[in-house]
């Protein structure tokens, strides 16, 4: 099973960049499918992003696609989330997970997961 931390979070005005990582370890990093999720205060964990194995493959929800963007980097076991002209309601802990099969928005279908790492945008 991979384990996976998360880093990168923090406060940012609206408007503002930041880039998250999850950095994996104890598997095979280019086995896993990866995806970003978030939980705002009060609401459900919701999916932001998915990449594929080879990196090729990429879905977006909605509400980021066009600002954000999800990358991996297989020799370093790590994959990113750009984050851009971030908005108040971007506002949440963010989690990377993993899962070992093909690239999907559902947070049932990955069996690893980070720990979190909050994302506050400031209006």
């Known amino acids: 099973q991979v384990q996976l931390v998360e880093s990168g979070g923090g406060l940012v005005q609206a408007g503002g960049s930041l880039r998250l990582s999850c950095a994996a370890s104890g598997s095979t990093f280019t086995y896993y499918t990866m995806g970003w999720f978030r939980q705002a205060p009060g609401k459900e964990r919701e999916f932001v992003a998915t990449?594929?194995?080879?990196?090729?493959?990429?879905y977006y929800s909605d509400s980021v696609k066009g600002r954000f963007t999800i990358s991996r980097d297989n020799a370093k076991n790590t994959v990113y989330l750009q984050m851009s002209s971030l908005k108040p309601e971007d506002t949440a802990v963010y989690y990377c997970?993993?899962?070992?099969?093909?690239?999907?928005?559902?947070?049932?279908?990955?069996?690893?997961w980070g720990q979190g790492t909050q994302v506050t945008v400031s209006s």
């Open positions: 997970a993993g899962r070992r099969g093909a690239t999907t928005r559902l947070q049932s279908d990955y069996n690893a």
């Open positions: 990449i594929s194995v080879s990196g090729v493959t990429t």
